[in-house]
């Protein structure tokens, strides 16, 4: 039986992050990933916090464009920009971007199994015993601390008892070539139910031509797939269809996302999760690698000083994750809230915000797309917008106040 310090199971970027850690470290550790390929299939839109390419030294040879900010559609097509003054995100190439990930981690001293399914563990003394299968050969490897970034159906962590039930998002995306962009370096968001049910829709521009049209769905207000959808948001929508009446679809790739979703326990004794396995998305925008890759690195930390003092120590993983869990919180919070509005309540929201062109100028001047609990505490600190809200949403405004509780206790 093979025997490691580490195992981390899952060899996404967030897994990655957790390997490249303890391997650079000195820590014997094993990565495994169930399919054939590194960055396949893609499940991801690729948009990335500019700042999270040197806090985490993340491949820029993966960075395909970037972008100062986005244009939003209400459902009636009322539109507003904001516009920062810096770039704000990056947009990668996933398959690079992953590849690049996994290089690095190898390169610091991971072992890498791929095509590697792991269904089963059990606790010992010394840690866990995981029962797994290469190709078609059934293995067992034994592990000091396990990392769960297994993804949006996390198998260990329902082992153990960690799982809990929660949100999914159903996704689909074409790549396209020659989608007619109000500009390369904005993305477009669409709201709508009719279109988007239970989510939004997007243009992400890409180099060469190229844009990235998509959507989510919440399984919860339709049982039409999102291909249905997609469909028809480019034949009627009557902004999408007309930018990509004259494209073409180049690649096709979806996926599920977790969202809501907050384990009872983030760690038990000596097993670990992080990403998608632990809810480290936000519910807003479905978008997990920042906070997944933070995760990632307190994660990556906590277990190099468990191993070399005290294993008794993980609990540190948990203390140091709380303030950004709160982040979280908040937009799963903003995103039962927003699933809450009719579109036509919607209409009158997003013009409010649309409309008030000095509170616009704060959110480019003050805030990014990373933390949006920023946006918000702008919006409770605004006399004139509260006032309006008040008026307008009564019952929403009760909810906005009891966030502010939260947000500020």
Same mark, same amino acid.
């Given at each position: ?14 897994g990655?992050?957790?390997a490249y850690l303890?391997?650079?470290n ?8 169930e399919?054939?390929?590194v ?8 948009k990335i916090?500019?700042?999270?390419f ?8 993966s ?10 559609y209400?459902?009636n097509?009322?539109s507003f920009?904001?516009s920062k003054s810096?770039?704000d995100?990056y ?6 971007f ?16 791929m095509e590697?399914k792991?269904?089963d563990?059990?606790?010992?003394v ?9 190709k078609?050969?059934k293995?067992e490897?034994k592990?000091?601390i396990?990392?769960d ?10 082992k153990?008892g960690?799982?809990?039930e929660?949100t ?7 790549e396209m070539?020659?989608?007619?962009l109000?500009?390369?370096?904005f ?6 139910k009719?279109?988007?049910?239970g989510?939004f829709?997007?243009?992400?521009p890409v ?9 989510c ?5 339709t049982s039409?797939?999102?291909?249905y959808?997609l ?13 990509t009446? #004259?494209a &073409? +679809? ?5 996926g599920?996302i977790?969202?809501? @979703?907050?384990?009872?326990?983030? %760690? ?6 992080v990403?998608d ?6 519910s807003?925008t479905g978008?997990g690698l920042?906070?997944g890759?933070?995760?990632?690195t ?6 190099c ?5 005290n294993m008794?120590?993980?609990g540190?993983?948990?203390? #140091?994750? &709380? +303030?950004?869990?709160k ?7 903003? @995103?039962?809230?927003l699933?809450e %509005? ?5 209409n ?5 915000i649309?409309?008030d062109?000095?509170?616009?100028s ?6 990014s797309s990373q933390n949006q609990?920023?946006?918000f505490?702008l919006?409770i600190t ?17 909810l ?6 939260y947000?500020?206790?």
């Amino acid at each position: 039986m093979k025997t490691f310090e580490v195992v981390v199971v899952g060899g996404g970027p967030i897994g990655c992050r957790v390997a490249y850690l303890t391997s650079k470290n000195g820590w014997k550790t094993l990565l495994i990933e169930e399919h054939k390929q590194v960055g396949k299939p893609v499940h991801c839109t690729g948009k990335i916090y500019v700042k999270a390419f040197k806090e985490f030294e993340l491949p820029k040879e993966s960075i395909v464009n970037e972008v100062k900010g986005a244009y939003f559609y209400s459902p009636n097509n009322f539109s507003f920009k904001i516009s920062k003054s810096k770039i704000d995100s990056y947009i990668v190439d996933r398959e690079i971007f992953d590849l690049k990930m996994v290089e690095k981690a190898v390169d610091a001293g991971t072992h890498l199994m791929m095509e590697t399914k792991c269904y089963d563990l059990t606790k010992n003394v010394d840690g866990y015993v995981l029962r797994s299968k290469y190709k078609n050969e059934k293995i067992e490897l034994k592990a000091k601390i396990v990392v769960d970034a297994e993804g949006w159906n996390p198998i260990l962590s329902k082992k153990l008892g960690l799982y809990e039930e929660t949100t999914y998002l159903k996704g689909l995306q074409y790549e396209m070539l020659d989608v007619d962009l109000n500009n390369e370096k904005f993305v477009e968001v669409y709201f709508g139910k009719q279109f988007f049910p239970g989510f939004f829709g997007w243009i992400v521009p890409v180099r060469d031509g190229k844009a990235r049209v998509g959507l989510c769905i919440n399984p919860k207000y339709t049982s039409s797939p999102p291909s249905y959808y997609l469909r028809k948001a480019l034949k009627d929508h009557p902004i999408i269809s007309r930018k990509t009446r #004259k494209a &073409k +679809i180049v690649k096709i790739f979806g996926g599920i996302i977790p969202i809501h @979703r907050f384990p009872r326990k983030s %760690f038990v004794g000596r097993f670990i999760l992080v990403g998608d396995s632990a809810g480290h998305v936000k519910s807003t925008t479905g978008g997990g690698l920042y906070f997944g890759l933070k995760a990632a690195t307190i994660a990556g930390e906590v277990i190099c000083e468990c191993l070399e003092k005290n294993m008794k120590n993980l609990g540190l993983y948990k203390k #140091k994750w &709380k +303030i950004w869990e709160k982040e979280l919180k908040f937009t799963s919070f903003a @995103r039962k809230i927003l699933d809450e %509005f009719s579109d036509k309540e919607l209409n009158k929201v997003l013009r409010l915000i649309g409309e008030d062109k000095k509170f616009l100028s704060k959110i480019e001047d003050k805030c990014s797309s990373q933390n949006q609990s920023q946006v918000f505490r702008l919006m409770i600190t605004n006399p004139n917008l509260m006032l309006k809200f008040s008026r307008y949403f009564p019952k929403f405004f009760n909810l906005i106040l009891r966030e502010k509780a939260y947000m500020f206790s």
